[in-house]
């Protein structure tokens, strides 16, 4: 079984910065995708980034693509999502996802993200 958890939502001010992290245990080396999706309320759940534990390879959504890095410790079996120049449209809980099969955003169907965490929510307001 694996687990995934995050940590490092919060309340913060237009423009700020936070670091979500997500922390991967179980047989996770079966699972070398791990992504970030978020859900806005009244919204369905968007595909933020994603990474590849193997070979460190990185994608995101438009929507984030220069304000978001995304970044692995495979030591830790964890993986970080910084955020920064955050938006109010930014607002959403963000969930941590593992798959066994490639970085595709546009998905958030159990058949493809094995694996979900419980989501942290991050509000950005002033």
């Known amino acids: 079984q694996v687990q995934v958890v995050e940590s490092g939502g919060g309340l913060v001010q237009p423009g700020a910065s936070l670091r979500l992290s997500c922390a991967v245990s179980?047989?996770?080396?079966?699972?070398?995708?791990i992504a970030w999706f978020r859900e806005a309320p009244g919204k369905g759940r968007e595909g933020v980034s994603c990474?590849?534990?193997?070979?460190?390879?990185?994608y995101y959504a438009d929507s984030v693509k220069g304000r978001f890095t995304i970044s692995r410790d495979n030591a830790k079996n964890t993986v970080y999502l910084q955020m920064n120049s955050l938006k109010p449209e930014d607002t959403a809980v963000y969930y941590c996802?593992?798959?066994?099969?490639?970085?595709?955003?546009?998905?958030?169907?159990?058949?493809?993200?094995?694996?979900w965490g419980q989501g942290t929510q991050v509000t950005v307001s002033s």
């Open positions: 990474i590849s534990m193997s070979d460190g390879a990185t």
């Open positions: 179980g047989v996770s080396s079966n699972y070398p995708k």
């Open positions: 996802t593992t798959g066994r099969l490639g970085c595709r955003l546009t998905t958030d169907s159990r058949g493809w993200w094995n694996y």
